[in-house]
């Protein structure tokens, strides 16, 4: 009894020390320390990237369920609806469903069946200012790989990574689909991922750039076919190869990397990674005004989802002028988006030292809606040179959380340039997903996930059962970092 009372007027005590402050003690252990705090300014709000505090792999020999190297799993992530629980330890346990794009193609595509890679976490948060060894930093998020599913077509045809060299004329149900000629079967480069409640789910892809519905089971249900300004055309024809850029329409390799749905899922957003052909998407000089689209899926399978939006995204770029690309996109609150641009510097890239690698912020309030103008024509480019055409505004671009702070990556025993070791940054982050933390004090804290694209890439890897060496061993990397997403709503995912 005594001991029970002793503890209970100790808290009421702490309690009381930190709410005559006006914000929670700062003895409390699970919170950030407030110097980590990096606030960002949008619309009139403060967003606050609070710091990285959690990191966790995959190893890269790793394998899945139907025998091939699990890798790429940072092309896409979701936190399976429903998943995600708040534990009485201080941990947080989920599901991650993650999307890799078409398999170990380094030397070129190949005949890989799309598919998802399901995870079980164990999220302990790391709060500390201390920097940890890096094994121990790995404690801070748990990853378990529990199964895979497997995409087909409407007839239970595999969809393949092979490059998408032949096109499949348009039926009564499909637009006209990208197809590999030497099996005929559709091809898929996955890139963005939505998960509904029951199962089924929204996948973006660079060949088409399209946008795919999958029920529970993993088999097509609807594809989504972009404005004539996005699709690629060689010659006057369409042709989804990703092996040349096209005349007009995405290029090649830069499809529709983002993807996410409004709260009430009545919308699907997908953004274009980087400018169109026509836009400038040839040049990395001139290629940062991208393309964001929005349709109406509130009529899911009504014969063409309506196009309802269209704006102008300013991506940011190197000091010497390049575009960084974006490699996803996650809906906040009204117009708010998180956008996640990035060199290809890092484990497994060009060069050890990545410049630039953050979530931003993304605005459309004030942008202009340039669908049903003239600019759906590919003949009417919104940029030329890498000038954008002065009738449009684009979207306000504002810098947020970077991946690659130095003092936050030390905390977990992770540094960003040379050694190039398994304590180096993976250089492809190319997913997001949100989860909140449950803290009454804090009502719109979230966790950031956010996964590597390793592209399969390790010593000891098996591709459609053959073993392959690709030089180097990159892991599936994982990170979590906490932010303040002021009226942020996340559907499906509640604590
Ligand atoms: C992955 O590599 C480690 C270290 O070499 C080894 O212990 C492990 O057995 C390997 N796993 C697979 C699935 O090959
Ligand atoms: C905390 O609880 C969760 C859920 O029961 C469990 O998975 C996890 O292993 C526990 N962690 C510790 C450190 O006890
Ligand atoms: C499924 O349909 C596509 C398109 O008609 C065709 O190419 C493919 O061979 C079919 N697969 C099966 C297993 O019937
Ligand atoms: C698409 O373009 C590639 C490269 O130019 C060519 O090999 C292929 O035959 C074209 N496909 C179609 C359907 O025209």
């Known amino acids: 009894m005594m001991t029970v009372s002793f503890v209970w007027i100790l808290a009421a005590l702490s309690l009381q020390a930190g709410t005559s402050y006006g914000r929670p003690s700062r003895t409390r252990r699970d919170e950030p320390d407030p110097i980590f705090a990096v606030p960002a300014e949008v619309g ?15 190893p890269s020999n790793f ?20 998943s995600f629980t708040k534990n009485s330890n201080g941990t947080f346990t989920g599901t991650i469903i993650a999307q890799p794009d ?31 060894d890096f094994s121990d930093g790995l404690k801070t998020l748990q990853l378990n790989y529990r199964e ?59 060949y088409g750039p399209y946008i795919y519905l999958f029920n529970v089971q993993g088999d ?40 996410t749905i409004s709260a009430d899922g009545s919308t699907l957003f997908a953004l274009l990674q980087s400018a169109t052909i026509q836009d400038g998407g040839d040049d990395k000089t001139t290629s940062r005004y991208t393309r964001l689209v929005a349709f109406d899926i509130s009529s899911p399978l009504a014969a063409k989802p309506p196009l309802i939006g269209e704006w102008v995204v300013p991506l940011p770029q190197t000091k010497k002028g390049k575009t960084l690309a974006s ?26 030292k990545s410049s630039y690698k953050q979530a931003d912020l993304v605005d459309i309030t004030d942008a202009t809606d340039i669908h049903n103008t003239k ?11 890498g000038d954008l055409d002065s009738s449009i505004n684009p979207a306000n671009y504002v810098s947020f959380v970077s991946f690659i702070d130095s003092v936050q990556l030390a905390r977990f ?35 950031l996930f956010t996964a590597a694209d390793n592209d399969f890439i390790t010593t000891q890897g098996i591709s459609l059962g053959q073993p392959y060496n690709a030089g180097l061993d990159n892991d599936n990397q994982m990170m979590v970092y906490r932010v303040t997403l002021p009226g942020a709503t996340v559907p499906g995912v509640t604590v």
């Open 220 to 259: 097509l249900v609807q594809a989504i076919e972009p404005p004539q300004a996005i699709v690629p055309f060689i010659d006057g024809q369409l042709n989804f190869t990703s092996d040349t850029d096209p005349d007009t329409g995405r290029a090649g390799n830069q499809g529709f990397e983002g993807l």
């Open 413 to 447: 025993g992770v540094h960003n340039g040379d050694p190039v070791d398994q304590t180096l940054i993976d250089a492809k982050w190319e997913s997001l997903a949100l989860a909140p933390v449950g803290d009454s004090d804090y009502p719109d804290d979230y966790f």
């Open 102 to 132: 078409r398999g170990f193609n380094v030397d070129g595509t190949i005949d890989w069946q799309g598919r998802q890679q399901i995870i079980d976490f164990v999220l302990t948060p790391y709060y500390g200012t201390d920097n940890l």
């Open 375 to 385: 600019f759906d024509d590919p003949s009417n480019p919104i940029a030329v040179n």
């Open 44 to 58: 009139g709000k403060t967003y606050i990237n609070k710091g990285l505090v959690g990191f966790g792999l995959i």
């Open 148 to 206: 895979t599913l497997l995409y087909t077509e409407r007839n239970g045809s595999k969809t393949t990574g092979l490059d998408a060299l032949a096109v499949r004329p348009a039926t009564a149900m499909d637009p006209p689909l990208p197809e590999a000629p030497s099996n005929d079967h559709m091809s898929l480069d996955a890139e963005g991922l939505v998960v509904n409640a029951d199962g089924s789910f929204w996948t973006s892809d660079e």
């Open 327 to 352: 490699s996803e996109l996650h809906l906040i609150s009204e117009n708010i988006f998180l956008a996640l641009s990035r060199d290809g510097d890092g484990h497994g890239g060009d060069d050890s």
């Open 63 to 82: 394998t899945d369920s139907t025998g091939d190297t699990l890798g790429g799993i940072g092309s896409a992530i979701a936190i399976k609806p429903g």
